[in-house]
């Protein structure tokens, strides 16, 4: 019983290291948070922190490794939407909203990949799963007359890499430009996002995209 309860206590005192960590790293960026921040944030020793984490790597993996957690769990419950268009509005919003809440990743992306291998394989190995989903929601499309064929070499492998690249950098864009980010800001560019796809559809596709897509500014 004793034992149970120490456990729990463990649980929690990890879960609170993260959660100020993330805190920290979005409100101040990564070069500025050591283990000596973090652990005189929550008000106890250096010692006591490494006895969970013993390098800010470890921590940084752990937050990582959190938000692909929450992005699949979400990515999953959506699998059951019928229609292709709102699984993709769906899916951009969710990324865009999990990047958000763990900023500091896309804003100190470089650094975190140059750093750290671990993240850097299993971020190189996400991307072509994440490929390989995309093209299954292309193909689905174009079986269904929304979406035209390929004309151009490699044209829809060249379209997941824009939802890609603006996926995974949309946040600097806004940080620069916009003084506070709000679920608006997350949203309008979640519609830039999504209207990639637009100029790739039939006249068929187009119409069920305005009647799925609120889309607009």
């Known amino acids: 019983m004793y034992y149970f309860i120490y456990l729990c206590k463990m649980k929690k005192t990890r879960e609170i290291i993260l959660d100020t ?18 652990a005189k944030k929550m008000g106890i020793s250096q010692g006591n922190l490494n006895y969970h984490f013993k390098k800010r790597d470890d ?23 019928k229609n292709p268009f709102q699984l993709l509005v769906s899916i951009s919003e969710t990324i865009m909203f999990n990047f958000h809440e763990y900023r500091f990743f896309m804003l100190d ?4 990949m140059r750093e750290n291998k671990k993240i850097k394989k299993h971020y190189s190995e996400l991307t072509i799963q994440r490929e390989e ?7 689905l499309l174009i079986k269904e007359g929304l979406m035209r064929k390929e004309i151009l070499p490699n044209e829809y492998k060249n379209l997941y890499k824009r939802f890609q690249i603006l996926g995974d950098f949309w946040i600097s864009d ?16 979640s519609v830039i996002l999504t209207q990639a796809i637009f100029p790739y559809l039939t006249l068929k596709g187009q119409k069920e995209y305005h009647s799925i897509v609120s889309g607009g500014f």
Not at 21 to 38: A, D, K, M, P, Y
Not at 63 to 81: G, P, T
Not at 133 to 139: G, I, R, Y
């Open 21 to 38: 960590s993330l805190e920290l790293f979005n409100s101040l960026g990564l070069s500025q948070v050591t283990l000596r921040t973090i």
């Open 59 to 81: 921590i940084i993996e752990g937050l990582y490794f959190q938000l692909v957690k929450n992005i699949d769990s979400s990515m999953s419950s959506m699998q059951e939407s």
């Open 109 to 112: 992306f470089t650094q975190i």
């Open 133 to 139: 989903q995309f093209s299954m929601l292309f193909n």
């Open 174 to 189: 806004a940080e620069i430009l916009n003084s506070n980010i709000t679920k608006k800001t997350i949203l309008t560019y």
